[in-house]
């Protein structure tokens, strides 16, 4: 008997970014930070209170962030005015500043227990991680943005990373800046980055008054 081919059956899936804010992510406002910022002050959480505010002052990727070893932001016994490291995706070094502020928190967690002798300023809570994953570090600022009432589909780690820079080119129109701040090589990826382009023009266009 011939065989019939019969159409292949496949389940319907739903698609992954249904109901979802999919593309660059926002930036966080000033007043934004500020709220996190004193949510976790209150609720005595230092370790999130030093990884938040480095965030916010470093502008560095998840996946650098989360590398970050105690040496790279404290000596001499104290926490560093300003650091450098080498990135993993560009292989490049990249600076950054490190605000009263933050080495205040950092100094503090430094002091907790659990940072006897580790090496890694963010150290994993299993013996076989050194250091917390990015998975876990999107997963904190997740709970950072819903615990203030923000979308958190609209917001991720690469929203730590914007944050300083948007607020230092909406406050200098220095493009430049911002360029050495994020490490780009090239002008073309701060501007797409950073959206300057329909930002200028929506600014633009709010000035005609018709």
């Known amino acids: 008997m011939p065989t019939t081919n019969l159409p292949a059956i496949r389940a319907c899936r739903p ?3 249904k109901g979802r804010i999919v593309g ?17 002050e209150i609720a005595q959480r230092t370790r999130e209170l030093a990884l938040f505010n480095l965030a916010i002052d470093s502008k560095l990727r998840g ?20 650091a450098s490291i080498v990135r993993s995706k560009t292989r490049a070094p990249v600076s950054f500043e490190i605000t009263e502020g933050t080495r205040i928190a950092i100094a503090t967690w430094l002091d ?7 090496e890694h300023l963010w ?39 914007r944050t300083k820079v948007a607020q230092t080119y909406r406050k200098t129109g220095n493009l430049r800046a911002v360029q050495l701040l994020l490490g780009h ?15 200028d023009a929506l600014a633009i266009a709010e000035a005609v008054e018709l």
């Open 112 to 118: 907790a227990p659990l940072m006897v002798g580790s």
């Open 24 to 40: 660059q992510k926002r930036p966080l406002e000033p007043k934004h930070v500020w709220a996190i910022r004193v949510r976790l």
């Open 123 to 161: 150290p994993g809570r299993f013996h076989e991680r050194r250091y917390i994953s990015t998975r876990q570090y999107a997963r904190l600022v997740r709970d950072w943005v819903t615990s203030i009432g923000l979308e958190p589909s609209a917001y991720g780690t690469h929203s730590m990373r």
């Open 15 to 17: 698609a992954w970014n």
């Open 63 to 82: 996946c650098d962030l989360v590398k970050l070893k105690v040496a790279d932001v404290y000596a001499a016994g104290q926490v560093k005015h300003r």
């Open 185 to 199: 090589t090239k002008m073309d990826s701060t501007v797409r980055y950073l959206g300057v382009e329909l930002e």
